[in-house]
């Protein structure tokens, strides 16, 4: 019992020191950033990512994410351009320090995947859309540059899609500049 006293007040001292570091939630983030997609049998897609985030509170806040990937395949004559577009929403937790924001998100939508094959000596070309549900889950951190910018190092999310009955599992890696708008 005398145990147990002792470690739940270290555990609730430990706490309150976190509180007292912690630092206060910009109103509204805007990343832009490059981003990587690993998609199974399509190696990686190249492309952009950018998000919106309004805080509710110091460690909660609603996001907005748009991403884009491309990748172009060419194989015997053939060249396939392929495009995975991704309109996300979800919950985002935060943890904030004085130069360091670490956050986990879980975010779904809509995602959609478009190609567009050329076959040389084959005047025009054929292409394809389908779109359907999307959702990813994951996090990162940022480094505070400034009060009003901050880098993301790294943000890494596993993202699902069920497309035309088909369910594509991968995973997202992404980094940028955010910026905190009081």
Known sequence: MRKS????????????????????????????????????????F???????????????????????????????????????????????????YDSVTSFFHFLAGYSEISSSVDVSGFSGNVGASLGGFAMATGGGFDVNVSEKIALRLMNADWMVSKINGCTKRGFRLSFGINFLIQ
């Open 5 to 44: 006293v002792v470690f739940a007040s270290v555990a609730i001292a430990f706490l309150c020191q976190l509180a007292l570091i912690a630092k206060d939630a910009p109103k509204v983030e805007i990343f832009g950033g490059y981003q990587y997609q690993h998609r199974p049998g399509a190696d990686f």
């Open 46 to 96: 190249k492309g952009w990512n950018a998000s919106v985030v309004g805080n509710v509170s110091d460690t909660f806040g609603i996001v907005a994410d748009l991403g884009g990937s491309f990748k172009t395949v060419k194989a015997s004559g053939i060249s396939a351009d392929v495009t995975v577009y991704s309109l996300l929403f979800g919950p985002r937790f935060h943890s904030r």
